[in-house]
């Protein structure tokens, strides 16, 4: 199994990001799928969490609101949609079940002025 996320960059306080996980190896409709975060010596935090029908969705609370996780299970692909983004939400992104496979390289959000 192999997750390769994409869609990190360099943004301003205020804007927007789309993140995407492409999986193989793997059929993802079979699975929930999450959304993590981690900074370097930090523990990974939680963010997202789409139910593998993507009908149940849940969210950390420091997202909750401007934050969107979707899946499109046809492409096998899973989305965060960030909105209003702080300095804080600062790290990189990674996608996975709970840690069910290896983690991918992730990728960076870097959110400054």
């Known amino acids: 199994v192999q997750l390769v996320e994409s869609g990190g960059g360099l943004v301003q306080p205020g804007q927007s990001l789309t993140l995407s996980c492409a999986a193989s190896?793997?059929?993802?409709?079979?699975?929930?799928m999450s959304w993590y975060r981690r900074t370097s010596g930090k523990e990974r935090e939680w963010v997202a969490t789409?139910?593998?029908?993507?009908?149940?969705?849940v969210y950390a609370d420091s997202v909750k609101g401007r934050f969107t996780i979707s899946r499109d299970n046809d492409k096998n692909m899973v989305y965060l949609q960030m909105r209003k983004l702080k300095p804080e939400d600062t790290d990189v992104y990674y996608c996975?079940?709970?840690?069910?496979?290896?983690w991918g390289e992730g990728t960076q959000v870097t959110v400054s002025a």
């Open positions: 996975n079940d709970d840690s069910r496979w290896p």
């Open positions: 190896g793997v059929t993802l409709i079979n699975y929930d």
């Open positions: 789409i139910e593998r029908s993507g009908g149940g969705r």
